[in-house]
DNA sequence: AAGACGAAAGTGGTTGA
DNA sequence: TCAACAACTTTCGTCTT
């Protein structure tokens, strides 16, 4: 995957203004909200177990996000004992021992699930929205029990899906799944559990929002993609869409506004960023171009 | 040689008795 | 709880560029 230029996909523009309040790039043109998940070149992760340190306690809002990293902190590092004289160390050891003691399952359960929670979000590079949402999610099954016999990472990815989906931010199931290193049907059986037991309803993405995603990913230009969008609102109108994949549809009307355009790209590469197979791809095409009696030139003839 | 196409069989999930 | 069913995948052979 070659990084390119970041270009908006609407009007074309290179100019963003970063959002760090949702961690978003907008372009300066059109006002277009690119998702960072698309390759900005920012990478930053955290594992700061030593830079909790420095932070702890610096009076940053509390954020459910941080309740169990920042708050529940440690009592001391270990380092921080050779500074100590006998009998603070005694005391050190027996405060470390009360705090492990009183700290309750469900506190410790949190502080885990959050960092894991944090790790996920910031390798996806999803806003603070996502990873606000997913959290107050957790919380909530955690209380209520949900949590036992899965593991805590599958819950947590579990979480953010369902907060990518209700902020309608569309990430694919494989790519959740793969970032935080969970086995996929686990993934969506809990998924489905937990959306079940919460009664969270999560309408579908629509294939809309996947078709500016994967567009974006595949450097198409902003024609093919108003047109692939275009494209999946007729296949709407004629309820060629529900009950289908989301993304199979975004990958066939890409596909077709593609070659419309007279641009080449294989299946096999639209299949790709999309999660879907050539053969799905290949079904739904033969399925929209016959129902919506599209002809596919390739001098860039527009139907209407 | 690579990509597109389609048939056939398999998978995991939903639904309805 | 189980069987039928829809959507999607995998695999593989054939045709097209």
């Not at 949702?22 to 177990?49: A, H, M, Q, S």
């Not at 309803?201 to 078709?211: M, N, T």
Request: glycine residues 6%.
């Amino acid at each position: 995957m070659a990084e390119q230029k970041l270009r908006c996909p609407v009007c074309g523009s290179t100019e963003f203004i970063y959002d760090p309040e949702t961690g978003e790039l907008i372009c300066k043109r059109c006002g277009y909200v690119l998702e960072t998940t698309v390759d900005v070149g920012k990478e930053w992760r955290e594992f700061d177990i030593k830079d909790a340190e420095t932070k702890r306690r610096a009076g940053s809002p509390t954020t459910l996000t941080k309740m169990a990293t920042g708050l529940s902190t440690e009592i001391g590092n270990i380092e921080d004992l050779y500074k100590l004289s006998e009998e603070e160390r005694a005391e050190f050891m027996r405060l470390k021992k009360w705090q492990q003691r009183a700290t309750s399952s469900l506190e410790r359960n949190l502080k885990i699930a959050m960092q894991e929670l944090k790790r996920i979000t910031s390798q996806l590079n999803l806003p603070q929205t996502v990873e606000e949402e997913a959290a107050k999610i957790y919380l909530e099954a955690a209380e209520k029990g949900l949590i036992r016999g899965r593991s805590i990472e599958t819950v947590v990815a579990a979480c953010v899906y369902i907060a990518c989906r209700k902020l309608e931010i569309p990430v694919t199931f494989e790519e959740i799944a793969q970032a935080a290193g969970v086995n996929k049907k686990e993934l969506g059986r809990t998924y489905r559990y937990l959306i079940r037991q919460l009664k969270i309803k999560v309408l579908p993405i629509s294939p809309v929002e996947y078709v500016h995603r994967f567009g974006a990913l595949l450097n198409l230009p902003p024609e093919v993609i108003a047109k692939a969008v275009e494209i999946v609102e007729k296949a709407r109108e004629l309820d060629l869409t529900s009950g289908r994949g989301p993304q199979g549809i975004a990958a066939a009307a890409l596909y077709i506004a593609a070659t419309m355009y007279g641009i080449r790209k294989t299946q096999r590469e639209i299949a790709e960023v999309a999660g879907v197979t050539e053969v799905t791809i290949r079904n739904r095409y033969k399925e929209l171009v016959e129902k919506l009696g599209l002809q596919i030139e390739e001098t860039g003839k527009k139907k209407r």
